[in-house]
């Protein structure tokens, strides 16, 4: 079942503000000045039209009264309306800006027949306030086009779609007009085309809104037409409404440690473990503090969440107190209840590792616990990033056996002063922090080029050598660039790795 | 374990040590805590030359100060899913005084959970440790295809105070499958000499 609620910003506008008899408007602002959105009947008939500049608007109807338009308000509401309307139907989906698509399969019995379900879901909406136009139709497609062009008939046959403009086929202006041009104005026309020719002409175009033959077949249930159904988020919530409003920490810790209890009673119901918290403190003054918290994984402890709040709430200004405490939580993960230890001591031994994650990168900060993950590259730096950690490793190619390299990387390589160089290229004595040394054994060069699909065409080669000085010390050096390369002046060495 | 920032020898021993005390089919994650200067003086870890069992284990940590790499420290020491924790600080702070070493001590014992602490440009200060090293580079051997390329790493292995173990000096080579020590040569090494002196694991803690 397709709803079009055709003048969803209108009626929306008049349910919260109060009928309007005379023209009315609602403006948009756009860089060119006021434009007008939408319209009520009068002004309409005063000819005022959606999409006019509110000046020339002004010249043909002086009386129009005029208020902002509020889309992501009417966008809100449609979505409210979306779950209002699954009492017909087991999922609903918006169709933005004014539509929404209800699933009614197997459902009209409950209504006694489509037609009735229509009727009410007709006077529903008119209850409501809502001037919208129904149909019913076995595709989703074929009850938009309905909805819009042929109000108020249900179980419509192909015959009767052949009838419809082309527009019916939700389509782009700009593929609408090109239909137009080509003289094709019904739907019924498209199919008097040879298939082929229509193939050809829109071959280039793969978005369903710009090819009229995907909307046909989808029209007519030839091929699937996934939506995406609008659900009501359930979010965990408990909260402690406080007959004293509290000033001190020590009771706030009791609060919380309530709280945390209630929430995990509350989460184990559901089988669920929090992933995001939200505390929020409702202090007397009218002022609201929120404390937000990630978790690296699924936990409804309450030891453990009250323990990482109890960190967070150091700088906490009770003011003259606070009076009402909510704790929520937007993101949540299954977590299947479990049995308990069965040795007592397993649970004296140690945190669990995501216990310890989770108070590391309280305190330390969220970027200060990662791991490293291989990333597809040449360069020694960029083959390496960091990534938080318990997550799952993305796939990677595999270390070749024959690279040897460096413990550790620095993450700027430091420059070295060659003091004096063997006609090989290789330098026999190289100063670096200060101190000269003197290299006794070198592997390489391994040549490793820059990247050129990603980086500039200035950009030089570098040659590692893999070395080891007099008294042992294991470095990863390279020259940056060949001599005489045409990139620069004369190469350049640095210093990037230390081997164990 | 002391060491100096101008080589990576510190944390390489460690994590042959390591490494050479670990059961076999270990699969837990391990714990690599640096602070900021030996952030900045050696380096970050760099995977593909971490030793093949440890690459996909790692779990680092930075940290701002000694006191957070402290905290961190023990944490992670206190967490029963880490194979062992390694840390990584420079200097002599005031916040690792006796009675912080001791407290991380205990916390190992209690746990089970071996701590490598590895002092970067540090003076052997009142430690509580159970075994102190003093690690250096060793020159290598050179290996069997490549005489001018450097070899396997060495390390020349200082244990200056232990309990249960008198003081020594070693040569200790991550060679093939484990970790051989022999003992310090006054001249280069020059054959495979050293591999009968000492096949047993010095990783007790």
């Given at each position: 079942?397709?709803i079009w609620?055709?003048?969803?910003?209108?009626?929306?506008?008049?349910l919260?503000?109060?009928?309007?008899?005379?023209?009315?408007?609602?403006?948009?602002?756009?860089?060119?000045?006021?434009?007008?959105?939408a319209?009520?009947?009068?002004?309409?008939?005063?000819?005022v039209?959606a999409?006019?500049?509110?000046?020339?608007?002004?010249?043909?109807?002086?009386?129009?009264?005029?208020?902002?338009?509020?889309?992501?308000?009417?966008?809100?509401?449609?979505?409210?309306l979306?779950?209002?309307?699954?009492?017909?139907?087991?999922?609903?989906?918006?169709?933005?800006?004014?539509?929404?698509?209800?699933?009614?399969?197997?459902a009209a019995?409950?209504?006694a027949?489509?037609?009735?379900?229509?009727a009410?879901?007709q006077?529903?909406l008119?209850?409501?306030?809502?001037t919208?136009?129904?149909?019913i139709a076995?595709?989703?497609?074929?009850?938009?086009?309905?909805?819009?062009?042929?109000?108020?008939?249900?179980?419509?046959?192909?015959?009767?779609?052949?009838?419809l403009?082309?527009?019916?086929?939700r389509?782009?202006?700009?593929?609408v007009?090109?239909l137009?041009?080509?003289?094709?104005k019904?739907i019924?026309?498209?199919?008097?085309?040879?298939?082929?020719?229509?193939?050809?002409?829109?071959?280039?175009?793969r978005?369903?809104?710009?090819?009229?033959l995907?909307?046909?077949?989808?029209?007519?249930?030839?091929?699937?037409?996934?939506?995406?159904p609008?659900?009501?988020?359930?979010?965990?919530?408990?909260?402690?409404?406080?007959m004293e409003?509290i000033?001190?920490r020590?009771?706030?810790d009791?609060v919380?440690?309530?709280?945390?209890?209630?929430l995990a009673?509350?989460?184990?119901?559901?089988?669920?473990?929090?992933?995001?918290?939200e505390?929020?403190?409702?202090?007397?003054?009218?002022e609201?503090?929120?404390?937000?918290?990630?978790l690296?994984?699924a936990?409804?402890?309450?030891?453990?969440?009250?323990?990482?709040?109890?960190?967070?709430?150091?700088?906490?200004?009770?003011?003259?107190?606070?009076?009402?405490?909510?704790?929520?939580?937007p993101?949540?993960?299954p977590?299947?209840?479990?049995?308990?230890d069965?040795?007592?001591?397993a649970?004296?031994?140690?945190?669990?590792?995501?216990?310890?994650?989770?108070?590391?990168?309280?305190r330390?900060?969220?970027?200060?616990?990662?791991?490293?993950?291989?990333?597809?590259?040449?360069?020694?730096?960029r083959?390496?990033?960091?990534?938080r950690?318990?997550?799952?490793?993305?796939?990677?190619?595999?270390?070749?056996?024959?690279?040897?390299?460096?413990?550790?990387?620095?993450?700027?390589?430091?420059?070295?002063?060659?003091l004096?160089?063997?006609?090989?290229g290789?330098?026999?004595r190289?100063?670096?922090r200060?101190?000269?040394?003197?290299?006794?054994?070198?592997?390489?060069?391994e040549?490793?080029?820059?990247?050129?699909?990603?980086?500039?065409?200035t950009v030089?080669?570098?040659?590692?050598?893999?070395?080891e000085?007099?008294?042992?010390?294991?470095?990863?050096?390279?020259?940056?660039?060949l001599?005489?390369?045409?990139?620069?002046?004369?190469?350049?060495?640095?210093?990037?790795?230390?081997?164990a | 374990?002391?060491?100096?920032?101008?080589?990576?020898?510190?944390?390489?021993?460690a994590?042959?040590?390591?490494?050479?005390?670990?059961?076999?089919?270990?699969?837990?994650?391990?714990?690599?805590?640096?602070?900021?200067?030996?952030?900045?003086?050696?380096?970050?870890?760099y995977?593909?030359?971490?030793?093949?069992a440890?690459?996909?284990?790692?779990?680092?940590?930075?940290?701002?100060?000694?006191?957070?790499?402290?905290?961190a420290?023990e944490?992670?020491?206190r967490?029963?899913?880490?194979a062992?924790?390694?840390?990584?600080l420079?200097?002599?702070?005031?916040?690792?005084?006796?009675?912080?070493?001791?407290?991380?001590?205990?916390?190992?014992?209690k746990?089970?959970?071996?701590?490598?602490?590895?002092?970067?440009?540090?003076?052997r200060?009142l430690?509580?440790?159970r075994?102190?090293?003093?690690?250096?580079?060793a020159?290598?051997?050179?290996?069997?295809?490549?005489?001018?390329?450097?070899?396997?790493?060495?390390?020349?292995?200082?244990?200056?105070?232990?309990?249960?173990?008198?003081?020594?000096?070693?040569i200790?080579?991550?060679?093939?499958?484990?970790?051989?020590?022999?003992?310090?040569?006054?001249?280069p090494?020059?054959?495979?000499?050293?591999?009968?002196?000492?096949?047993r694991?010095?990783?007790?803690?």
């Amino acid at each position: 079942m397709a709803i079009w609620v055709a003048a969803l910003a209108i009626d929306r506008w008049q349910l919260t503000e109060g009928e309007r008899a005379g023209p009315f408007a609602l403006l948009s602002e756009t860089a060119h000045g006021p434009r007008i959105a939408a319209t009520n009947a009068a002004a309409r008939e005063a000819g005022v039209r959606a999409g006019t500049m509110l000046a020339d608007a002004r010249a043909l109807c002086p009386e129009l009264a005029v208020a902002p338009a509020d889309p992501a308000g009417d966008r809100a509401f449609l979505e409210s309306l979306a779950l209002w309307a699954q009492r017909w139907g087991p999922w609903t989906a918006l169709d933005p800006p004014d539509g929404l698509l209800v699933d009614v399969t197997g459902a009209a019995h409950l209504f006694a027949g489509e037609t009735a379900m229509l009727a009410e879901a007709q006077a529903l909406l008119a209850r409501r306030g809502l001037t919208a136009r129904l149909a019913i139709a076995p595709t989703a497609g074929a009850a938009w086009a309905l909805a819009h062009f042929l109000p108020f008939r249900g179980g419509e046959d192909v015959h009767a779609l052949d009838q419809l403009p082309v527009a019916a086929l939700r389509l782009d202006p700009a593929t609408v007009l090109i239909l137009r041009r080509l003289g094709l104005k019904r739907i019924g026309e498209l199919s008097g085309v040879a298939r082929d020719a229509l193939a050809r002409r829109f071959r280039n175009t793969r978005a369903p809104a710009a090819n009229p033959l995907i909307r046909l077949d989808q029209l007519l249930g030839k091929v699937p037409e996934p939506l995406l159904p609008v659900l009501a988020p359930e979010v965990p919530l408990v909260q402690r409404r406080l007959m004293e409003p509290i000033r001190h920490r020590a009771l706030l810790d009791q609060v919380l440690g309530d709280l945390c209890a209630d929430l995990a009673r509350v989460l184990e119901g559901k089988a669920l473990g929090a992933r995001r918290l939200e505390l929020g403190l409702w202090k007397v003054d009218g002022e609201v503090l929120v404390r937000r918290l990630e978790l690296a994984a699924a936990s409804r402890d309450p030891a453990h969440i009250c323990r990482l709040f109890g960190a967070r709430l150091d700088d906490v200004d009770a003011g003259f107190g606070i009076e009402l405490a909510r704790l929520r939580v937007p993101w949540c993960e299954p977590l299947a209840l479990c049995q308990r230890d069965f040795e007592a001591a397993a649970e004296e031994h140690g945190t669990s590792l995501a216990a310890c994650i989770d108070r590391l990168s309280i305190r330390l900060g969220e970027g200060a616990v990662r791991r490293p993950v291989l990333h597809a590259s040449h360069l020694p730096e960029r083959a390496q990033r960091w990534e938080r950690p318990l997550t799952a490793e993305p796939a990677s190619q595999g270390e070749l056996a024959f690279h040897a390299r460096p413990l550790k990387l620095f993450d700027r390589a430091e420059p070295i002063a060659v003091l004096y160089a063997s006609p090989d290229g290789l330098p026999r004595r190289f100063r670096w922090r200060g101190e000269v040394h003197e290299i006794a054994r070198a592997e390489g060069p391994e040549r490793i080029a820059p990247e050129w699909w990603r980086e500039r065409g200035t950009v030089r080669l570098r040659d590692y050598y893999r070395i080891e000085d007099s008294t042992g010390r294991r470095y990863w050096i390279y020259r940056h660039g060949l001599a005489g390369d045409g990139r620069g002046g004369a190469p350049e060495w640095f210093l990037q790795g230390l081997y164990a | 374990m002391f060491a100096a920032t101008r080589e990576a020898s510190g944390a390489g021993m460690a994590l042959a040590l390591a490494l050479d005390g670990a059961q076999m089919g270990e699969e837990r994650p391990w714990l690599w805590v640096q602070d900021a200067t030996a952030l900045r003086r050696t380096g970050r870890p760099y995977r593909p030359g971490l030793p093949p069992a440890l690459r996909h284990r790692l779990i680092h940590v930075v940290a701002k100060t000694p006191e957070d790499a402290l905290f961190a420290l023990e944490e992670g020491l206190r967490c029963r899913d880490l194979a062992f924790v390694l840390g990584e600080l420079t200097g002599n702070p005031k916040a690792l005084s006796f009675t912080a070493q001791r407290r991380l001590s205990l916390a190992a014992e209690k746990h089970g959970t071996p701590l490598w602490l590895v002092r970067l440009d540090a003076a052997r200060d009142l430690s509580s440790a159970r075994l102190r090293w003093e690690a250096r580079a060793a020159p290598s051997r050179p290996p069997r295809w490549d005489r001018h390329a450097p070899g396997a790493p060495a390390w020349h292995a200082e244990l200056f105070r232990a309990r249960a173990h008198p003081p020594g000096q070693w040569i200790l080579r991550d060679d093939g499958p484990g970790l051989v020590a022999a003992p310090p040569a006054r001249t280069p090494d020059h054959g495979d000499l050293g591999g009968g002196a000492g096949d047993r694991s010095l990783a007790a803690y």
